[in-house]
């Protein structure tokens, strides 16, 4: 069986070829999870040693930190695998049992919508570790001004109105569901 892209014309086979100039983009962000990883484990680290000492509002920063970087590494594996599949080439996955659910139907949009509910999420952890530290404001251990909680607050209705958009302008690209001989969707 001969290659496709053999009966290309040279231009259209470079151009196409191009698309693996995006694999050592996804192999730094394969280095920038392992980053997170040590990062990680150096937070659970100090969480350990420090669990009898630290007090509860402390202990729940803390973890809310775990879990943001958690949710950032999860935000890497979206863009990597999904990314990798969608924009340069398929990894054959199909029927192996540790395949995402739901990279079997991805493609930019999807991964589009999947990013931006991961950023929403990313920002509600900041946001959320923001309120637990407001009853800190106006003192010297504050870590935020009210305007910049105001600010974040205001960033993270723009994230939810950024996502609401993508997924109206998804749904308006979709074709449109025909109505079936009862006249029911």
């Known amino acids: 069986m001969s290659n496709p892209t053999e009966n290309l014309a040279p231009l259209p086979k470079l151009i196409f070829a191009s698309r693996w100039l995006q694999l050592p983009l996804y192999l730094g962000l ?12 150096k937070e659970l680290w100090h969480l350990t040693i420090n669990a009898a000492v ?7 920063l803390m973890v809310l930190g775990l879990i943001d970087v958690v949710m950032i ?8 695998v999904g990314g990798y599949e969608t924009f340069v ?15 079997s139907h991805v493609n930019a949009s999807v991964l589009k ?22 009853g800190n404001l106006g003192s010297d251990k504050a870590n935020f001004t009210e305007a910049g909680v105001m600010w974040q607050t ?21 074709p449109p569901i025909l109505a079936t001989a009862n006249g029911k969707h």
């Open 54 to 60: 630290i007090g509860e509002q402390q202990m729940m």
């Open 154 to 174: 205001i960033i993270h209705g723009a994230f939810i109105l950024s996502a609401v958009g993508i997924a109206y302008v998804d749904r308006l690209s979709q």
């Open 113 to 134: 919508i999947k990013l931006a509910m991961a950023i929403i999420g990313i920002s509600s952890i900041h946001l959320l570790r923001t309120f637990i530290e407001a």
């Open 73 to 80: 590494s999860n935000l890497l594996v979206m863009v990597i």
């Open 89 to 103: 080439s398929r990894l054959r996955l199909q029927g192996h049992p540790d395949q995402p659910e739901w990279l």
């Open 30 to 41: 394969i280095v920038a999870q392992g980053v997170y990883v040590v990062l990680f484990l």
